[in-house]
């Protein structure tokens, strides 16, 4: 049996694992695939493991729903952060995470000895093309025209691909058809994650997020993130922005002092149990 605990960020939800307690899955990968479906299995975003670190307080490992492994979810971390406080693994103020872009620290603010929120410095964003990695053209890519859809994108990494697109109005077309599409475009050799967005004004966007190896999910950490470096470079926002995802709001800001990216928003734990196998 595998002891899980389902957990979610504005409606960004995974199931996570507990590998300080027991051994990690020896197929993280396939029981993600299963665990993950909504219909016959407990229904999630994917899968993470929560494993002791050499580095930080707790590792984290992350697998999207169709199994493949991603370096970083901003969502996901502030929901690692919360179980090793509430569970006991390291119950400090200040968190350290080892993830696939480095250790992160993550300041949570408690009430009745519980974790509601958590501002995570996300790091300095990527904006070497090579490295977020895409073939289009820019350190970074702003305001570049994909060359199979009649849109312009901003490419930013944080730890993991985000392609932003700005728009006038998001439809389920540009989310469902064109960001499947998008995800596999050639132009991004690693796939990526694809973000559009309406500006509402210069500090308050609207965003929805086709995410690599999930399909749309009501939110996602880096894609915010990636949106508030991208509407800087972009022209488009100010370096502190609120995000309104379909699961709920992130507070975003890119500072100017050390180029790091800070998000700030909830995460809550759902319910506990056994999975087979």
């Given at each position: 049996m595998l002891r899980f605990t389902k957990m979610q960020g504005i409606g960004n939800d995974y199931v996570?694992?507990?590998?300080?307690?027991?051994?990690p899955p020896r197929d993280p990968a396939g029981i993600s695939r299963k665990i993950s479906d909504r219909h016959f299995?407990?229904?999630?975003?994917?899968?993470?493991?929560?494993?002791?670190?050499?580095?930080?307080?707790a590792r984290m490992r992350m697998f999207n729903a169709d199994g493949s492994e991603s370096e970083m979810c901003g969502n996901g971390i502030r929901c690692v952060a919360k179980y090793v406080h509430d569970h006991g693994i390291a119950r400090k103020p200040s968190l350290t995470i080892e993830?696939?872009?480095?250790?992160?620290?993550?300041?949570?603010?408690?009430?009745?000895?519980?974790?509601?929120?958590?501002?995570?410095?996300?790091?300095?964003?990527?904006?070497q093309a090579e490295r977020i990695p895409t073939t289009l053209p820019g350190d970074p890519p702003v305001n570049v025209r994909l060359p199979r859809h009649e849109l312009s994108a901003t490419c930013v990494s944080m730890g993991n691909p985000h392609c932003v697109i700005f728009v006038d109005e998001i439809t389920d077309d540009l989310v469902h058809r064109v960001g499947r599409q998008i995800e596999v475009d050639p132009a991004f050799p690693r796939r990526t994650n694809v973000e559009f967005v309406r500006v509402n004004g210069p500090g308050e966007v609207t965003m929805r997020v086709w995410e690599r190896g999930s399909g749309e999910t009501l939110a996602?950490?880096?894609?915010?993130?990636?949106?508030?470096?991208?509407g800087v470079l972009a022209g488009r926002t100010v370096r502190d922005i609120v995000a309104h995802l379909p699961g709920g709001d992130l507070e975003l800001s890119w500072s100017e002092k050390d180029n790091h990216v800070f998000m700030k928003g909830p995460a809550v734990e759902v319910f506990s149990g056994e999975w087979p196998g």
């Amino acid at each position: 049996m595998l002891r899980f605990t389902k957990m979610q960020g504005i409606g960004n939800d995974y199931v996570y694992v507990d590998c300080f307690r027991q051994p990690p899955p020896r197929d993280p990968a396939g029981i993600s695939r299963k665990i993950s479906d909504r219909h016959f299995g407990v229904g999630a975003d994917g899968l993470i493991l929560i494993c002791p670190s050499e580095r930080a307080d707790a590792r984290m490992r992350m697998f999207n729903a169709d199994g493949s492994e991603s370096e970083m979810c901003g969502n996901g971390i502030r929901c690692v952060a919360k179980y090793v406080h509430d569970h006991g693994i390291a119950r400090k103020p200040s968190l350290t995470i080892e993830t696939g872009r480095g250790v992160l620290t993550l300041e949570l603010e408690t009430r009745n000895g519980l974790v509601e929120q958590v501002r995570v410095d996300m790091g300095e964003p990527i904006l070497q093309a090579e490295r977020i990695p895409t073939t289009l053209p820019g350190d970074p890519p702003v305001n570049v025209r994909l060359p199979r859809h009649e849109l312009s994108a901003t490419c930013v990494s944080m730890g993991n691909p985000h392609c932003v697109i700005f728009v006038d109005e998001i439809t389920d077309d540009l989310v469902h058809r064109v960001g499947r599409q998008i995800e596999v475009d050639p132009a991004f050799p690693r796939r990526t994650n694809v973000e559009f967005v309406r500006v509402n004004g210069p500090g308050e966007v609207t965003m929805r997020v086709w995410e690599r190896g999930s399909g749309e999910t009501l939110a996602c950490g880096t894609g915010a993130c990636a949106v508030a470096v991208a509407g800087v470079l972009a022209g488009r926002t100010v370096r502190d922005i609120v995000a309104h995802l379909p699961g709920g709001d992130l507070e975003l800001s890119w500072s100017e002092k050390d180029n790091h990216v800070f998000m700030k928003g909830p995460a809550v734990e759902v319910f506990s149990g056994e999975w087979p196998g």
